[in-house]
């Protein structure tokens, strides 16, 4: 298993490796990495579209800004409701991608911009092989 967390006040100087000292579980702690790399992956997808005249709605700088409020406080450790975001985020991806990128545009995407997953098990792998 694999952890690694510095985002609160309460990790040693190295970062919490086994589990948080906040209480945080190596999973939950993965999870929130993943959801980082979700959003990265949205963001990276919305400002394609956005610099070709195409309008993001307020609701997607909403669903943004809960997943990063997500990661940042230390009072949620529930991983399905991170798992939940997560499952957003990717199909919001798959919507503006449809909508606004052409095959070529997607194929030319970062990796976190083309990453997707439909199933939990791809969640789970992913989890443990993205971070900080």
């Known amino acids: 298993m694999h952890m690694f967390c510095f985002q609160c006040q309460e990790t040693s100087a190295a970062g919490c490796t086994f589990s948080g000292t906040c209480g945080?579980?190596?999973?939950?702690?993965?999870?929130?990495h993943?959801?980082?790399y979700t959003?990265?992956?949205?963001?990276?997808?919305?400002?394609?579209?956005l610099a070709k005249g195409q309008a993001a709605d307020a609701d997607l700088g909403d669903?943004?800004?809960?997943?990063?409020?997500?990661?940042?406080t230390n009072t949620n450790f529930d991983t399905a409701r991170i798992?939940?975001?997560?499952?957003?985020?990717?199909?919001?991806?798959?919507?503006?991608t449809a909508a606004w990128l052409t095959a070529a545009e997607s194929?030319?995407?970062p990796e976190p911009g083309r990453w997707d997953a439909l199933d939990a098990g791809q969640l789970h792998a992913k989890a443990y092989s993205v971070g900080v």
């Open 34 to 36: 993943l959801l980082i």
């Open 39 to 49: 959003v990265r992956g949205l963001c990276v997808v919305a400002a394609r579209g």
């Open 83 to 96: 798992q939940a975001l997560v499952q957003e985020g990717l199909q919001r991806k798959r919507d503006l």
């Open 107 to 109: 194929a030319d995407l």
């Open 63 to 72: 669903f943004l800004f809960r997943c990063l409020y997500t990661t940042v």
């Open 24 to 32: 945080k579980s190596e999973e939950t702690a993965n999870f929130m």
